[in-house]
């Protein structure tokens, strides 16, 4: 593999797919992950018309259409185009990355409904040409702090909501998640879209002053420091009112939401899914609810509900609830070992990949998860890449000519430990690092 192809930076569309192992990949980004029921059902048409019928769930709640062949590649497009989910243009589209509160305008712990500030921020970044020098992968995140808030994602700038003396604020932090990110003061909701171009305009102006400066946030602040930012946003100081520390609520599951709603979680191993999966929901969606789909950066599917249709099914809400995670066949437990690791599609549906990773991350999932009681502690890539997750874990295993190189806490693209391992020694490591922190 040479040092091109192993180049980050490269992120697909719709309008500019990506050549891969099964075809060619098309990513949707559909606004603030909510999906109409009829839309889910035309997307998972195309999935089965145009591609393989396999649809990825990305970390930035992105559906991803597998196996489109070059000749499907024209029709397809049309047909989003119909559907109103193709942008104008391919460089308005690679800069329109913001992730987003799963359930916003429904969780009534949100201090502010975020759905109009994501379209506002979208249209600004798809409709100023400026703003498309900005880096492929470079990302942003509304966070409306509520139970189900993104704060554990991380983002290039984020926006936090917050008590104000006035009112919600957006805390503005650069890169990293919430605990990680270098805050930089607060501005209003209405505010966001603007300073958000605002930073995005000197992140562009500082990557002109050099050759091969960083390419994401947390790296050009090691290099230059937050003041030119903080200048350029003209942010105010953040409230001094105590944040109390929060994780995001599990999205697997059934979380009651108050006011009769509820929402039901679905989570697909390692965020594959398949057409038929989102035609259950889109029906369901419909049966109980209002009939839309939420996407999670989770990599989880979250259906909301209303308590009365559900009080309707026989023997009341409850063991409705009870039938429809139990019917599912998805991850609805969030003790699911499957959860414990990130894997990318491998080999063969990734040309880059010399190994099944969803097969042996399958494999390895109940000796990761004796790493650590929750989260993810282990990434296996099929490639130093790292596509699945760029976060560190506690074990990442990369794959090398079939085998695998083994990275303790670290990324995929870090300094490798042990090399060229099988997927059962693997697991035997692993079981080992799990028994030591025991």
């Known amino acids: 593999m040479t040092a091109a192809s192993l180049r980050k930076g490269w992120c697909p569309g719709a309008r500019r797919p990506m050549l891969t192992g099964d075809g060619l990949l098309v990513r949707l980004r559909l606004t603030g992950g909510v999906v109409p029921a009829p839309l889910a059902r035309a997307v998972a048409d195309c999935a089965r018309r145009f591609g393989n019928g396999a649809l990825d769930l990305s970390a930035r709640a992105n559906l991803q259409l597998r196996g489109v062949s070059d000749a499907r590649f024209g029709p397809l497009t049309e047909r989003l185009e119909a559907l109103s989910v193709l942008d104008q243009d391919m460089d308005g589209e690679a800069v329109r990355n913001v992730v987003s509160s799963p359930l916003a305008g429904l969780d009534p712990s949100a201090l ?5 500030v994501v379209e506002a921020l979208e249209r600004h970044l798809a409709g100023d040409a400026a703003l498309h020098a900005l880096p492929a992968k470079f ?8 139970r189900f808030g993104p704060s554990d994602v991380a983002a290039d700038v984020r926006f936090e909501a917050r008590p104000g003396p006035n009112g919600p604020v957006f805390a503005v932090g650069l890169g990293g998640d919430r605990r990680g990110a270098v805050m930089l003061g607060a501005c209003a909701p209405g505010a966001a879209p603007d300073v958000a171009a605002a930073l995005a305009r000197t992140f562009i102006a500082l990557r002109r002053t050099g050759t091969d400066l960083p390419r994401r946030m947390a790296a050009m602040l090691a290099v230059t420091g937050a003041e030119p930012f903080r200048a350029a946003a003209e942010v105010s100081e953040t409230p001094d009112a105590p944040v109390p520390e929060r994780r995001p609520a599990q999205p697997l599951g059934y979380a009651d939401l108050g006011g009769g ?3 039901i979680g679905f989570g697909a191993p390692f965020g594959r899914w398949a057409a038929d999966d989102l035609d259950r929901l889109a029906g369901m969606a419909e049966r109980y609810g209002p009939g839309e789909l939420r996407l999670t950066p989770w990599r989880a599917i979250m259906v909301p509900v209303r308590h009365e249709r559900l009080e309707a099914e026989p023997g009341g809400a409850q063991p409705a609830v009870a039938r429809l995670l139990r019917s599912s066949g998805f991850i609805v437990d969030p003790s699911d070992p499957r959860l414990a690791a990130a894997a990318c599609p491998g080999a063969p549906d990734c040309a880059s ?6 097969r042996d991350a399958a494999l390895l999932a109940q000796a990761a998860r004796g790493l650590a009681p929750s989260g993810v502690t282990l990434h296996v890539s099929g490639c130093p890449k790292g596509c699945a997750r760029p976060d560190a874990t ?8 079939g085998l695998y ?16 391992l099988t997927a059962s020694e693997a697991r035997d490591l692993i ?3 799990g028994h030591s922190v025991e």
Do not use: C
Not at 112 to 116: A, E, Q, T
Not at 139 to 146: H, K, N, Q, Y
Not at 394 to 401: Q, T
Not at 405 to 420: E, F, M, N
């Open 405 to 420: 190189d083994l990275i303790r806490h670290g990324r995929a693209d870090g300094d490798p430990v042990r090399r060229g």
């Open 353 to 358: 990949a010399t190994t099944a990773t969803r």
């Open 431 to 433: 079981e080992q690092m």
């Open 139 to 146: 990302g942003f995140l509304v966070d409306d702090g509520g």
């Open 112 to 116: 502010v409904d975020v759905r109009p």
């Open 394 to 401: 506690n074990v990442a295993l990369v794959g090398r000519n």
């Open 261 to 263: 709603m509820g929402a």
